[in-house]
Structures are given as C-alpha cells and as structure tokens.
C-alpha cells in the first residue's frame, strides 16, 4: 500500500532540505501529537545508521517502530525503513529544484505487511484509503507551508 503526495515550496533546494531534514525538530513536534520519540543509536548526528524507537497510540493500543535512516543524500532525498509488528514502511523524501527559489517536495510512504495480522491491518487500511490520503497529503501541505514561512521569515518577508 502506497501513500505520496508533493508540493512545490518557494525556498531554495538547502533550506527546505535542513527544514525537512532537522530530525530533532520533528521529534520536537510529535510530543504534543502523543507520539514518543527517542534516538536508538550512539552516533553524533545524522547519517545513514541513524535510529529511532517511536511509540503512538493507534486504534486504541500503544504501538512501537522502529526506524532507520537508510539514505541521506543531501541535499536530493533520504530515505527511512521502519518496522512496526509484521509491517515493514519505507518512508522517502525527494527534493528538486525547480528554480533558485522553488524546490519541489515529493514524499513517499510503503507498507508492506509481512506477516498475517500485518496483512488484515493493511487490508482494513485500504478500505479507508481515500481518507487516509487526505490526511497524509494536507499534513505534508501543513509542513511544507510551515517551512516556507520560516524561509520568508528569515528573508524578512510578509508570509502570504
């Protein structure tokens, strides 16, 4: 089952980059959400072998993933592999620049079950697929609103 959607920001390829990029912000921004965040690995920053245990509530039960950075390529895409019970996601990110101040954001989820309950869970996900890919793509649009501001902010802009 594939989720993406993409979205044209107006700020160069870098800055959008280190905004989707900025992992520590993004685990900032879960907490309220519910979701616990936590680093899984020893490493200094971010790199490909950079992990994560997260922990949300879904469908009433607590769920636990585990998470990996498979690619970074800075400032083109990367890539996260997770697994969550017997469903193993790919998540992906890809940046083009579409002009000095336009970079196109394309973000990709896979899940692909691997076990039985995996299977029923992504079969009860597709009978919700339509409402699912709303809300994936308007929170992608909320985020990459959100990074555009913060680029005509630091530009000394007006946010439109």
Do not use: H
């Amino acid at each position: 089952m594939k989720f993406s959607t993409r979205q044209d920001i107006e700020a160069p390829i870098e800055f959008v980059f280190d905004r989707t990029a900025d992992f520590d912000a993004i685990e900032r921004q879960a907490l309220p959400r519910g979701i616990e965040v936590s680093r899984a690995d020893t490493l200094s920053g971010v790199e490909c072998g950079t992990q994560w245990n997260v922990v949300f509530p879904f469908r009433g039960k607590s769920r636990k993933v585990k998470g990996e950075l498979a690619e970074f390529d800075c400032p083109n895409n990367y890539l996260i592999q997770s697994v969550s019970g017997g469903v193993e996601a790919d998540f992906r990110v890809v940046f083009l620049p579409l002009s000095r101040n336009r970079t196109r954001v394309i973000v990709g989820l896979q899940l692909s079950p691997k076990t039985l309950s995996a299977r029923l869970l992504v079969q009860s996900l597709k009978l919700a697929k339509k409402s699912l890919d709303l809300r994936f793509s308007t929170r992608i649009a909320q985020f990459a609103s959100d990074v555009q501001n913060r680029y005509f902010e630091t530009q000394g802009q007006s946010v439109l």
